[in-house]
């Protein structure tokens, strides 16, 4: 069974600019996250989806970043502008349900010059 | 707020001994938590999890021990091989399925 999918790997950009992350869940699992995992640091969720829906989005700064999965499979999320401090690893994942195991994608690198 | 956090930074072990590493979490509500293990480059792996009517869980080399007198979770790993070195996260889940990560601890393991 495939797991997380994410792309890019691995986005260097200028300050200011936008960028795209893309994430395809394991088949099957309705409830999606984003994280933000800074250097050395545990992962911190961003936004939790159930099916399309976003049930939490209270840690997304909303006034640059946004996020969709518009048909309940695959998420996008997006930053705009990007700021020298967005520069972090953008990991997904996804589980069955809410509560039960989340099952994490490899990430994607964010480097903000 | 909520937080776990681990006892230590960097756990150093010879290979073929056993590991331990630490957690400490502060909400006595969560009911689920969970280990991960993180390779330099790749997500977070499941490894176990426990929720709060068990003690222990075993898996292969792996056991978790839930203490929730005094709030604590420990991952140990028999016989540690140089493929078990990694950063370990314990998360514990909050009752509306939100994990929250603690630091995390750097197995090192010497050959």
């Known amino acids: 069974e495939a797991g997380v999918v994410q792309s890019p790997r691995y986005k260097i950009i200028e300050k200011k600019q936008p960028v795209a992350f893309w994430c395809n869940p394991i088949?099957?699992?309705?409830?999606l996250y984003w994280y933000l995992q800074n250097l050395g640091q545990g992962p911190e969720l961003l936004i939790r989806?159930?099916?399309?829906?976003?049930?939490?989005d209270s840690q997304l700064p909303k006034d640059r970043f946004s996020a969709e999965r518009l048909k309940g499979v695959d998420s996008t999320l997006k930053i705009q502008p990007a700021e020298l401090g967005d520069s972090a690893v953008y990991l997904c994942?996804?589980?069955?349900?809410?509560?039960?195991?989340?099952?994490f994608g490899p990430g994607t690198r964010l480097t903000v010059l | 707020g909520e937080s776990v956090g681990l006892h230590l930074p960097t756990l150093s072990v010879q290979e073929g001994d056993n590991s331990i590493i630490n957690c400490a979490y502060s909400?006595?509500?969560?009911?689920?938590f969970i280990w991960y293990k993180q390779e330099s480059g790749k997500g977070p792996q499941f490894i176990i999890d426990?929720?709060?009517?068990?003690d222990k869980r075993q898996g292969q080399r792996v056991t978790v021990l839930l203490n929730k007198t005094v709030k604590h979770l420990s991952l140990q790993i028999a016989a540690t091989q140089p493929g078990d070195s990694a950063v370990y996260f314990c998360?514990?889940?909050?009752?509306?399925?939100?994990?929250?990560f603690g630091q995390g601890t750097t197995l090192q393991v010497k050959p």
């Open positions: 088949s099957g699992h309705n409830t």
């Open positions: 909400n006595s509500a969560s009911d689920y």
């Open positions: 998360a514990e889940a909050s009752n509306t399925g939100k994990l929250i």
């Open positions: 426990i929720r709060s009517n068990m």
């Open positions: 994942a996804s589980s069955a349900g809410t509560r039960l195991t989340q099952y």
């Open positions: 989806y159930e099916n399309e829906e976003a049930v939490d």
